[in-house]
């Protein structure tokens, strides 16, 4: 069974974090991190500076915004970042010389020309209110306007994590195709065109539980999806050009079945060529512990990134207090896939300052691997929702405008990260799965305030990703335990067998993949992945260790039992 809760103690399916325990969240400004700030990333100007401001004359003098003949006037030391123009017959030259007259009167305490231009009449820079005023009087110069901040006429995000990820720098601005997102979740509203345009190209239902209204019922998927690839003023995702599949697994109440989340992996195994599937996301996760020598989801998903696909799983929500939880549930404990922890931005752009969020899920899988590898911003994250759905009605408290609200939880670090693949994909389309999770773990960003091995070996930068030529293998040693597939298929299978075999004989196993020079030169290279845990105790305390091998069982009877139904 998988589930959405939210609750303290329901705290597994799909990744998403409510309110009423000490983990619990809350926030006074929903436009915020949390602190009180707010930031507008914009990269196009919209109209010009002067048409935006009432302007004033008066003879002889240059046009300027009343605000600004005032603001000068009373601070005639201040500085002032401006755009002065000259008249059609003052040369561009003679602007310049008009300029630097007045610095000449006036000295510079401030900047002084910044920009000379070949399109406008005229100069940019930062000047004395003095300097201003003495200008405004010179009738060779026709206007003085503010060089005031520009919105985007293409996307904007009120929150710092685009700009963590550095989703404007790449993804926003390099206008190139993007790979198709699959999302796997509760379905999404594709009649959000504000959101998603024309670009959910399919709508699949696999949800087995009821009640599961057409759309997106619960509105989780909607908002995953509007993180990814939403393309709102205000509220744009990473990859806003992307396109998007949805398959819907999940009833309104958030809860679905193991076997309903396997045949949409099967979907998109089979359609992923059809729709340009290179990006499928899945922010949920088991609700009992498991093998993925054994689980059929891990599987699932396996068979995905074999077969080109990357698989972004969110690694859930049941740590206490930030201290080490395991990751213990499919999809997010499989080797190959990324799975995502959530970072708390502290409000800022720099990661210096970030920490792992107390809920986020990490420390060892049942079979030995470190998790989560990678993080992204997962706390106070603004998205999409129908008004209609039962996470937008459950929560009045969080909305932050109408068909908008904020939650959090590993299930929105996931797309996150699920946007920056699909950007490093538009970068380098020949990427496999296993080159675009080493390209984006490499350029991590470590997180000095997080709790050891919490988020991986760092926060997301996509940016960065994108300039990776030749991404080292970060599952290098799982390859080599690939072999074809015994029912003919193209795509070839993990020999657990094989592989179980030589980590149970040999903890270093895994050391060689990560001796490279490539590995050793990044900022993280002593970090918990270079030395795996195969050193450690808890592959010698791993819930199978003990002879479970052998009976092909884990010794923990809920997972045979309950992993499908609940």
Known sequence: ????????????????????????????????????????????LVAGLAAQLALASSAGAARMPKSLRAAVKANPTGAFKVIVEGTRTTGSSSVE??????????????????????????????????????????????????????????????QWWPNVAEAPGSAWTSGLAMPTIAVVDSGVDATRLADFGAR?????????????????????????????????????????????????????????????????????????????IRVANFSLTGSADSSFIYDPLDKAVEKLWLSGVVVVAASGNYAVDGLPSGVRYAPSNDPFVISVGAADTDGSFNTRDDFNAPWSAYGYTYDGFAKPEIAASGRYMNGAAPTTSTMYLERPDRFVAPGYMWMSGTSFAAPVVSGAAADVLSKHPSFTPDQVKGALMLEARPIDHAAPNSMG?????????????????????????????????????????????????????????????????????????????????SWASASWASGSLADGTLPTASWASSIFVQ
Request: net charge neutral.
């Open 97 to 158: 010389t008009k300029v630097k007259k007045a610095l000449t009167t006036y000295p510079a305490r401030v900047k002084g020309i910044k920009k000379k231009y070949v399109v406008v009449n005229g100069l940019s820079g930062e000047f004395s209110g003095q300097e201003i005023a003495s200008l405004d009087s010179d009738p060779g110069i026709a206007a003085i306007v503010p060089d005031t901040a520009v919105r985007s006429a293409g996307y904007s995000n009120n």
């Open 457 to 537: 070996v760092g926060e997301v930068k996509a940016d960065a990703a994108d300039d990776v030529l030749s991404p080292p293998n970060p599952n290098l040693a799982l390859n080599s335990y690939l072999a074809p597939d015994p029912n003919g298929g193209t795509t070839p299978v993990f020999d657990t067998a094989s592989w179980s075999s030589a980590a149970f004989a040999d903890a270093s196993w895994n050391s060689a993949s990560w001796a490279s020079a490539s590995w050793a030169s990044a900022s993280w290279a002593s970090a918990s992945w270079a030395s795996a845990s195969w050193a450690s105790a």
């Open 200 to 276: 959910v190209l399919k709508q699949v239902n696999f949800t087995s539980l009821t009640p599961n209204s057409a759309g997106d019922g619960r509105g989780h998927g909607t908002f995953v999806a509007s993180i990814a690839a939403g393309q709102a003023p205000g509220y744009a995702g990473f990859a806003p050009t992307a396109n998007l599949v949805s398959l819907d697994v999940l009833a309104d109440d958030g809860q679905g079945l193991t076997s309903d989340v396997i045949a949409a992996a099967d979907w998109i195994y089979q359609n992923k060529d059809a729709y340009g």
């Open 1 to 44: 069974m998988l589930r959405n809760y939210s609750t303290r103690g329901e705290v597994r399916s799909s990744a998403l974090w409510g309110t009423g325990s000490r983990n619990g969240e809350s926030r006074s400004n929903a436009l915020s991190s949390g602190r009180g700030r707010a930031f507008v990333v914009a990269f196009v």
